[in-house]
């Protein structure tokens, strides 16, 4: 019964707890808890009905023993703030990188078709790409800070470097076809010149910079204390590189009839067995606590994924790439494959952070097998 | 700024502002917290945000976490204190741990001879290893421990330990920790580590983190773009881009027991979605943001806001060399106690971050407080993940070419 205006404030009465038992390795004789239990053994306030009872105002104590190694169990490291624009940035810098590479050698062996079809696409997917990355900026006013100062110590300068520098070579190439496409219309003037005769070296350029737009940001992923990152930091590169390769062979596939597609097709094929085996064997290397997360959840569904679909893409491109619906079939399952495992490494990086297993396990292992072998002047826990 | 990685050679060092080429680099300076003797009443929390003016950081709710209700280190909390409570089991694995660290034979560190400070730095250092008897204080207490302190001009009255040494016989002031045999109570006042090698430093694409003469490591806020790399970059967890950055005091409050809310009126409620729909937007919203050491009182010549506040010298702030030597002392002096369970942490140059510049005391693991028990700074490794990469993508360009000889001119 409320006897008081305050008793409104009071938290609904629980129903009473027995002593709890789920600890059976002697917890409980520690610590306050055994006498505040014999206190309401001995029957202090007998419990009745009319609210008279006496009630705790503050929970029971938990002592902190089951979670020793973590503080209530927070992250210790933070998840960088990028949200799924990076992880279209990725795949995006992925494409735009294999397409470059495509379109100089298209530009080399005379595949017009091929060459016109790949330049658009890495013009298309680098700005897509930039915009992205922009637009998950905090302060999105501020990109142009990136190209104050280059920094070799941080992958993200020189990746912002390496973007740039792409994407003038593949826009000036992508123009040139372009225009050429348009049936030489465009209001060009004394330019069209100048742009035929830098076509050729500006392919070369976005060629030249297509791998490390391809791959630096398995760099710029590992080099951070996401543990999932930070661990794969040996073999991402190689994983990036390969699903970079099969993303555009898929893309030129969709994009162009086959008769100009073979060197698509291989290099499809080649990328399914080294992004295969790459992925494979970069999980079998890490940390098994560190790897966790892309094995689990939702990265772990797109990593198997990626992989089914890597490996029915390059079926399909091996057995029926000559056949034009086949081949844009292969070539949609190859970039979802690419985009699975790059989102995939995306969000396992990110979930690695969120619980500080993944942090405090790796470290401790690695700190213990340092002293085994010897190493004791390396920790940052000291008593002298 | 273009150098890849400050190499081992700049951490045995321990001035990290050699790197940044400072032409009149001033002595380190750094933290050291020393647990023990934290009593957990959030002073450094409160006069931190004040002085930084930081905003809240989340709605007012419980964390159900002990006393620790800010949660951890972030963009708005600079200064975070930590609670842990522990049972007796918890206390004697402690002690353990901490017992194993002697016997493996770490590191002597002692603070580097004939360095920077001479001859007035040695005055201010007691004497070595007063603290190894075991005992009440006698040489720490007045100069080492309050060294930091008494540098700041205008303590005043706030200096509790020099007016108290004054004034009562310094062997009367007991700063041991309560020996609880059943359990205890561990509070801890965390912060930036201010690393000799510092990863968000390292990653920062646009230099708006930058190395300041004093050692420490600081955001310009006017030239971030807020793009994030060094939230992933630090190992310790510490920077954060900050989201919204509105600071808004709160003025909805639930009517006291008895009263009858009154409904407000429209021209009430006009006013306040008036209110709501501007909220001051803070100038540093989407930029990362995080403990600066002060930096603009530090120019000033004085203590941070933190180590001022701090009504049991938990936190002392001064130049790195002595804070260390003060820290190795007070270690000493819990071990003579046979409290094994108190540890340094970051005063190591030779470890994953090059020693820190905020050094802590810890009575237990690292990770029971939040912190990681060895941490690496990823740019240490980046010269290795930039020639896997470069394999790779010599690779990728290998297959590519592969894949049109083999293709053939159709």
């Given amino acids: ?384 | 700024m273009v150098q890849l990685t400050q190499g081992p050679d700049a951490a045995v060092e321990g001035n990290p502002t050699a790197d940044a080429h400072y032409e009149h680099p001033h002595p380190r300076k750094g933290f050291f917290t020393d647990t023990s003797i934290c009593i957990g009443c959030k002073a450094c929390e409160v006069a931190c945000k004040e002085w930084n003016r930081n905003p809240v950081d989340s709605d007012y709710t419980l964390s159900n976490s002990s006393f620790d209700n800010s949660e951890g280190l972030g963009a708005d909390t600079w200064r975070h204190v930590a609670f842990v409570e522990q049972d007796r089991q918890r206390v004697e694995e402690a002690r353990e741990s901490g017992r194993a660290l002697v016997s493996l034979g770490m590191p002597t560190l002692r603070a580097p001879g004939g360095g920077t400070g001479g001859a007035d730095a040695g005055a201010i250092r007691p004497s070595a290893r007063t603290g190894a008897r075991s005992g009440p204080l006698d040489g720490p207490i007045d100069a080492g421990l309050v060294g930091g302190l008494q540098a700041g001009p205008d303590m005043g009255g706030l200096d509790v330990l020099s007016s108290l040494g004054s004034a009562v016989d310094s062997s009367a002031v007991d700063i041991t920790p309560p020996d609880t045999p059943e359990f205890r109570w561990l509070m801890s006042s965390d912060v930036c580590k201010h690393c000799t090698n510092a990863g968000c430093l390292d990653v920062c694409p646009t230099g708006a983190l930058f190395r300041t003469e004093h050692g420490t490591v600081v955001v310009q806020d006017d030239v971030c773009n807020g793009c994030g790399t060094c939230v992933a970059g630090c190992p310790f967890g510490v920077i954060e881009r900050r989201k919204d950055g509105i600071a808004q005091p709160k003025t909805d409050r639930s009517p006291a027991p008895g009263v009858h809310a009154e409904k407000p009126s429209k021209a009430d409620k006009a006013e306040k979605a008036d209110k709501a729909e501007k909220p001051k937007k803070n100038k540093n919203s989407g930029v990362a943001q995080k403990c600066t050491l002060c930096y603009d009182r530090m120019t000033d010549g004085q203590t941070p806001a933190c180590a001022q506040a701090c009504p049991t010298t938990s936190i002392r702030y001064g130049e790195r060399e002595d804070m260390v030597v003060s820290a190795q002392e007070r270690v000493a002096q819990l071990h003579a106690q046979g409290r094994t369970e108190a540890r340094l942490y970051g005063a190591n140059p030779k470890d994953g971050v090059g020693g820190t510049g905020s050094v802590f005391l810890l009575l237990d693991e690292p990770e029971v407080y939040g912190l990681p028990p060895d941490p690496r700074v990823p740019t240490r490794d980046l010269p290795r993940m930039y020639a896997r990469a470069g394999i790779a993508m010599a690779g990728m360009v290998a297959a590519a070419g592969l894949a049109f000889l083999g293709g053939g001119r159709r």
């Fill in chain 1, 1 to 384: 019964m409320t006897t008081s205006e305050f008793d409104s404030y009071r938290p609904p009465e629980e129903p009473r707890r027995r002593r709890r038992r789920d600890r059976p390795d002697g917890h409980e004789k520690a610590g306050g808890r055994e006498q505040g239990n014999r206190r309401h053994r001995s029957g202090l306030a007998p419990s009745t009905s009319d609210g008279g009872r006496e009630m705790a105002m503050v929970p029971e104590p938990q002592f902190s023993t089951t979670a020793s190694d973590s503080y209530y169990g927070r992250p210790i490291v933070k998840a960088p703030p990028w949200d799924e624009r990076v992880a279209a940035y990725l795949v995006c810098g992925g494409i735009a990188g294999g397409s470059s590479l495509l379109a100089f050698g298209a530009q080399l062996t005379g595949r017009d078709v091929l060459r016109r079809n790949t330049r658009i696409t890495a013009l298309a997917a680098a700005g897509v790409g930039a915009v992205a990355l922009v637009a998950d900026l905090g302060r999105p006013e501020r990109f142009y800070n990136m190209m104050r100062t280059v920094k070799l110590s941080s992958p993200m300068s020189l990746g912002s470097w390496v973007l740039a520098g792409f994407s003038t070579g593949a826009g000036v190439a992508a123009a040139a076809d372009v225009d050429r496409m348009l049936g030489e219309k465009l209001p060009l003037g004394p330019l069209r010149g100048m742009l035929r005769a830098v076509e050729a070296p500006a392919g070369g350029l976005a060629a030249l910079l297509g791998a490390p737009l391809a791959g630096y940001t398995a760099v710029l992923l590992s080099d951070t204390a996401m543990p999932t990152w930070n661990d794969a930091k040996d073999d991402l590169p190689f994983v990036f590189v390969s699903s970079a390769s099969i993303a555009a062979s898929g893309i030129a596939m969709i994009t162009t009839p086959v008769r100009q597609t073979a060197p698509a097709r291989a290099l499809a094929v080649l990328g399914v067995v080294a992004d295969v085996v790459a992925t494979r064997y970069m999980e079998a290397r890490m940390d098994p606590v560190a790897v966790e997360p892309l094995e689990t959840g939702r990265p772990g569904m797109l990593m198997k994924w990626s992989e089914r679909l890597a490996i029915a893409g390059g079926i399909g491109t091996l057995l029926g790439g000559r056949h034009r619906v086949v081949a844009a079939v292969s070539g949609a399952a190859l970039v979802t494959a690419s985009a699975f495992t790059r989102f995939g490494v995306f969000y396992a990086g990110k979930d690695s952070a969120q619980d500080p297993r993944f942090t405090v396990e790796p470290q401790k292992r690695r700190l213990a097998a340092r002293r085994r072998a010897g190493i004791t002047d390396d920790s940052i826990t000291t008593v002298r």
